[in-house]
């Protein structure tokens, strides 16, 4: 995984709650043994909408998603993930995400941010009302910025480490190959073979 | 110290720790894949040039894009892409020795319906699929978590995830459920209760009189949704159902090795004094019929009420998000849910595609007619599934009915096959979620029993058994 400590970008808000996974990508989007490709299909149906925020002619360049509350709920594709990376998001702000979703966010290397829900109404609120807002986000100082404001951002240690750290979590498991050996021969079940 | 299941499971799989304390590596007992969420998991071992640490505890089955109208033996769907994916699995599971039960073979099936069938989910165990209805597993008092595909390379690289530990919650039933209501009644009324993030962050345990009394495949409905609740995984405690449910299946324990597995799941209990994060505690007394009307499967309400009125919600997002349902789901306040007419009918899925689901609906549907414009489809589970319910005619039941009798698949409840509806749609579904185009782009999906399902579809509007 990509190393990430600081970001600094424009964003798009979604404020509203309970996005599920079905909503950023569709099923029959993720009709594909590839990782990449999904950016045409990112919110597909919300984007025939002409007025929904990814239609934005101002906000094209946006790399920071403002998202509304349990962000990411429902199915496990990570092709959510990877749909939002291919539209050129790095960051996912959000008061709080799906389960599955926060942790693919943090395998497949989308930033993904808690603020506590009264900094993040008014980060709603001020990228509603400009298009061109910076916000620095920096893991390093725990920090999310915007218009002189300073809040504190929320993340898993664990995951704060795996993007500081930019680790392989494979190799890095991998690396425990006797702890996993010894508690195969240990635990050793009933072996599991069809009878 | 006294322990609940959940934590016993847990620290029974625990190899190591990170190093900052922060998450566990956790041994996986059993990994099921399957087609959708598998291949760049086995592409990005291939790349790395790791291999599968243990085929013997994988199995994969095809389920979510293939075709439940054409079966194809040997082939997957009329759609190129969708072929190649089954094709990338077949190949990927030669390659790296895991079994698979391809389209066609005896046991091939929706996943969650598979393992369970064949004796694989087993109590004390730990799961992952790569799919979020892996929770369907905590039915047997396993800890089954559904994972992501960087999550499944993992699994297949190392047999270990690294985790957080679970926050734990209690659900605990009590009263007596009342006939004509269902596993799935009781949960879209605990989901109703808590809300879609209501178990954000937690592991649940069901427990209290009512669960002790449902059958293995009601559990399996009721833990399938967990996921519905927010929960990371559900669980019910093993106990007689769960063992006279096991014994004999194919992958279960037998002989002297059963009598010492039994030993080590009956130590796996909740002890008596043991705590919970949260705690909470549902009636079942009045349990009515359950169906959804929005968009989340905690916008649900019993089948005798009316379509909510945002106007009355003093809190201004709830308010937001009621109107957009309705919006949606083209409902007027006030409507009462049996005035609302479907054109569809799902009964199927990994939540309510199990025989019992099967024989409940078409307890109803013998000797009635579907009106000619509810298009009905009933989809069995697994291959097993069809055969049993074939040998006990419930097929010609459900024809002679007027609803189309298909081969086992996920088919309706994720639409990434050729079975989905046409926009405008509105369709009355024993599957697990009413998301926005779950079904189609812009179908309108009604979560339901496969009891309601059935009453709903000869009918031809929401209905409960007892509006016949």
Known sequence: ?195 | MARNIIDKIWDRHVLTQSPDGESDLLYIDFHLLHEASSPQAFEGLRIAGRTVRRPDLSLATEDHVVSTRLNLLGSGDDNPIAREMVSALRKNCAEFGIALHSLGSADQGIVHVVGPQLGITQPGMTIVCGDSHTSTHGAFGALAFGIGTSQVEHVLASQTLWMTRPKTMAVTFTGKLPRGTTAKDLMLHLIAEIGTGGAQGFVIEYRGEPIRELSMESRMTLCNMSIEAGARAGLIAPDRTTYDYLRGRPYAPAGDDWTESKHNWEQLLTDDDATFDREVTLDVSDLEPFVTWGINPGQALPVSSSVPDPVGEPDARQREQITRALDYMDLAPGTPLRDVAVDAVFIGSCTNGRLDDLRAAAEILQGRQIPEHVTTVVVPGSAEVKRRAEAEGLDVIFEAAGAQWRSPGCSLCVAMNDDFLEPGTRCASTSNRNFEGRQGSGVRTHLVSPTTAAATAVLGHLASANDL
């Not at chain 1, 002189?148 to 930019?166: S, T, V, Y």
Request: aromatic share 8%; charged share 25%; proline share 6%.
């Open chain 1, 1 to 195: 995984m990509q190393k990430v400590t600081s970001h600094r970008g424009t964003a798009i808000a979604l404020p509203q709650s309970n996005i599920d996974t079905d909503q950023i990508i569709p099923a029959r989007h993720c009709l594909t043994t590839k990782r990449s490709g999904f950016a045409p299909h990112l919110f597909s149906r919300w984007r025939l909408d002409p007025d929904f925020a990814l239609n934005d002619p101002d906000r094209s360049e946006a790399t920071v998603l403002v998202a509304g509350a349990n962000f990411g709920t429902g199915s496990s594709r990570e092709h959510a993930v990877w749909a939002l990376q291919d539209w050129g998001f790095a960051i996912v702000i959000a008061p709080s995400f799906g389960d599955i979703f926060y942790t693919n966010c943090g395998r497949a290397g989308l930033l993904p941010i808690r603020l506590a829900p009264d900094s993040h109404a008014q980060l709603v609120d001020d990228v509603l009302n400009d298009p061109q807002l910076q916000i620095q986000v920096d893991l390093l100082e725990d920090s999310v910025e915007w218009s002189g404001r300073r809040e504190p951002l929320l993340i898993d240690a664990d995951l704060r480490r795996r993007f500081i750290e930019g680790l392989d979590d494979i190799d890095l498991t991998l690396a425990y190959d006797q702890v996993i050996a010894d508690f195969e021969k240990k635990h050793a079940r009933i072996p599991m073979t069809r009878k």
